[in-house]
C-alpha cells in the first residue's frame, strides 16, 4: 500500500509542478507588448548600425571620386595649354619651313577652289 501511495504522491507533485517550458512561454505571451517593443528597439538598433556603415563607405567612395575628378581637371588644364603651344600658326609655319623646306606659295601660285 506504500507503494500506491508513493505512486499517487509522485503524480499529484507532477501535476503540481509546472513544466519550465510552458511557464517561459505563458510568461512571454503575458508581456507581448513588452517583446513587441525589444524586438522594434533591436531592429532599429541594427537599421542605424547599418546606414551608419553604408554613409561611411558612400563618404569614401565620394571623396575617392572626388580626387580622380581633381586630377582629371589638372590634366585637361595641361592638356589645353599644350595643344595651345603646338598649334600656334608661327610656330606651325617656323616648323614647316625649317624641318619639311616649304615655302608660302605666291600669288600666281595659288588655286583657289570653289565648292558648289
Known amino acids: 500500500m506504500s507503494q500506491i501511495n508513493k505512486r499517487k504522491h509522485k503524480s499529484v507533485d507532477k501535476a503540481r509542478q509546472p513544466s519550465l517550458v510552458k511557464s517561459i512561454v505563458s510568461d512571454w505571451l503575458a508581456q507581448k507588448v513588452t517583446i513587441f517593443l525589444l524586438i522594434?528597439?533591436?531592429?532599429?538598433?541594427?537599421?542605424?548600425?547599418?546606414?551608419?556603415w553604408s554613409n561611411r563607405q558612400l563618404n569614401t567612395q565620394l571623396q575617392r571620386?572626388?580626387?580622380?575628378?581633381?586630377?582629371?581637371?589638372?590634366?585637361?588644364?595641361?592638356?589645353?595649354?599644350?595643344?595651345?603651344?603646338?598649334?600656334?600658326?608661327?610656330?606651325?609655319?617656323?616648323?614647316?619651313?625649317?624641318e619639311l623646306?616649304?615655302?608660302?606659295?605666291?600669288?600666281?601660285q595659288e588655286i583657289i577652289i570653289k565648292v558648289p
Open 40 to 52: 522594434c528597439v533591436l531592429a532599429s538598433a541594427y537599421a542605424v548600425i547599418y546606414y551608419a
Open 101 to 108: 623646306n616649304m615655302l608660302r606659295p605666291k600669288g600666281e
Open 65 to 98: 571620386l572626388l580626387e580622380d575628378k581633381d586630377k582629371l581637371d589638372i590634366d585637361w588644364r595641361h592638356m589645353l595649354i599644350e595643344n595651345n603651344v603646338l598649334s600656334e600658326h608661327n610656330r606651325v609655319e617656323q616648323i614647316a619651313k625649317d
